[in-house]
């Protein structure tokens, strides 16, 4: 029973086009920037699959990177969030790869982000209808459900502690 | 509570005299802790931003950014408004309704997800047809909703809602299902005939691929949230006349799913296949993102 609430049906309110390619995946944006305690400086992005076929015409990078910033689902910066970075100080690449090993799902992307001294990699899956999951935190298995009626600020918080220590880069 | 099938919702329905919009309120005071109001409030909201999604898309006569949707909300709306449509008003008006959100949706504006963003016109066009047409009011739309929400959350849980998991049968197939419920319980219809709408829409929509052309959110999307209206309302007047499916809507979903999972995955989302793959479709993604496929 992935599906809990009448608004994992009805809703998000979000900007377009796509509730599985654009609204679920700022929330695994979301989530990175609330486990980070804020935007990150770096982020690695691999799209998997239908993400990594698809993610221009969905916005799924804005999507991801807006999450990352700090938006939610219904900002409307999003559009413009990929112009936004070099204004927020993140740095970030994208990779495609056909299929993620680490969990079955077409709509699958692992992030590795950093910022000041830790470093974090996640793992999330967007499961349709603006409900996704994080499953992976730094190689360990989890089952965090988000739902953007969710805070994700308490919800990251008891996560903090997978957080580990990356190198320390120059000039931080 | 837990509702896990359609025929355990009749059940549920027919045990506490509730109808389905009711036993959903009920479940979700239930499992969130909030109370009524709140769940209502919030409820109310969405329709609210539904209603600005049509609002906005009915008189916006701009293309979407990638320059293959938009503006033909405008053109039906007219259309209607001249009295031409054949599809009688209650249709007719849930097309161009279904059009504005789906083409706000195109244009990155803000939305309601129904269940998904894709199939996010069909709802609200049913909704506010009712509305003009039928003297339903806000208070009852909202009610409504909970009604979709319940049908739709059998259907998450039991099958699938996106597209890129079981293509476009799971999200405007879904959508179109809940719609027909939706329209039958606001019309007087027992909870029985709701689910039997559900189960005829969805039966309607078996098989459709998620073929988007350049991977975009509007051809055929746009179009078959449109049409996806027509089969709900189809749908609901087979059922208020008494008409029932004879697969029961159970079985339906099941057999959704397991299409589902059979679809290539070319045509689950990933625009390698269908539609995208025409001749046109491949030129518009050329032109987009400058790769040939």
Redesign the interface.
């Known amino acids: 029973?992935?599906?809990?609430?009448?608004?994992?049906?009805?809703?998000?309110?979000?900007?377009?086009?796509?509730?599985?390619?654009?609204?679920g995946v700022v929330s695994i944006g979301r989530f990175i920037y609330e486990l980070l305690g804020g935007c990150p400086e770096e982020a690695e992005i691999i799209f998997y699959?239908?993400f990594a076929?698809?993610?221009?015409?969905?916005?799924t990078d804005k999507a991801l990177i807006g999450g990352l910033l700090g938006m939610d689902t219904?900002d409307?910066r999003?559009?413009h969030a990929v112009e936004l970075t070099k204004q927020y100080g993140l740095c970030y690449e994208f990779s495609l790869e056909d299929s993620c090993l680490e969990y079955e799902?077409?709509?699958t992307t692992v992030v590795t982000a950093k910022r000041g001294e830790w470093i974090v990699k996640v793992g999330g899956v967007s499961?349709?209808?603006?409900l996704s999951k994080i499953f992976m935190i730094d190689d360990e298995q989890f089952d965090i459900r988000l739902s953007t009626?969710d805070d994700f600020s308490i919800l990251a918080a008891s996560y903090r502690p997978y957080l580990i220590k990356g190198p320390i880069s120059e000039g931080s | 509570m837990?509702i896990?099938s359609m025929n355990e919702l009749v059940e549920v329905c027919e045990r506490e005299r509730k109808t389905i919009g009711e036993v959903?309120?009920m479940m979700?005071e239930e499992?969130?802790g909030r109370d009524k109001e709140a769940?209502i409030g919030?409820?109310e909201?969405?329709l609210i931003?539904m209603k600005e999604a049509v609002d906005s898309g009915i008189k916006d006569p701009s293309t979407a950014p990638?320059g293959i949707s938009g503006g033909d909300a405008v053109k039906m709306h007219n259309y209607v408004k001249q009295g031409k449509a054949l599809s009688g008003s209650y249709i007719s008006d849930a097309m161009t309704f279904s059009l504005a959100t789906s083409e706000?949706?195109?244009?990155?504006?803000?939305?309601?997800?129904?269940?998904?963003?894709?199939a996010?016109g069909i709802?609200p066009g049913v909704l506010f047809s009712l509305h003009k047409n039928g003297d339903t009011s806000y208070k009852e739309l909202v009610m409504g909703?909970?009604t979709?929400?319940?049908l739709?959350?059998v259907i998450?849980?039991r099958s699938?809602?996106?597209?890129?998991?079981g293509g476009c049968q799971?999200e405007v197939g879904s959508a179109a299902a809940?719609a027909a419920g939706v329209i039958v319980e606001l019309k007087g219809g027992t909870p029985e005939q709701a689910v039997n709408a559900t189960a005829i829409a969805m039966k309607s929509l078996l098989g459709l691929v998620c073929d988007?052309v350049?991977?975009?959110?509007?051809v055929p999307c746009i179009k078959r949230n449109v049409i996806g209206t027509s089969i709900a309302f189809s749908a609901a007047d087979l059922s208020l006349a008494g008409v029932e499916s004879r697969i029961p809507c159970d079985e339906v979903i099941e057999v959704m799913y397991k299409v589902g999972k059979d679809m290539p995955?070319a045509l689950?989302?990933?625009?390698?296949d269908g539609l995208a793959m025409t001749e046109t479709g491949k030129k518009v993604k050329e032109r987009?993102?400058g790769k040939k496929s």
């Not at chain 2, 689950?268 to 390698?272: D, I, N, Q, S």
């Open positions: 029973m992935e599906f809990q609430s009448c608004f994992d049906i009805i809703g998000p309110i979000m900007v377009g086009p796509s509730s599985s390619h654009t609204a699959d239908s076929e698809t993610y221009q015409g969905h916005g219904d409307s999003i559009k799902h077409p709509n499961l349709g209808g603006g009626s | 837990e896990r959903m309120l979700e499992k969130s769940i919030m409820m909201e969405r931003k990638s706000t949706n195109a244009r990155m504006g803000v939305i309601v997800a129904t269940p998904t963003a894709g996010a709802l909703l909970f979709a929400s319940m739709g959350y998450a849980n699938f809602i996106s597209g890129a998991a799971a809940m988007p350049a991977g975009l959110v509007e995955r689950r989302e990933t625009a390698l987009l993102f």
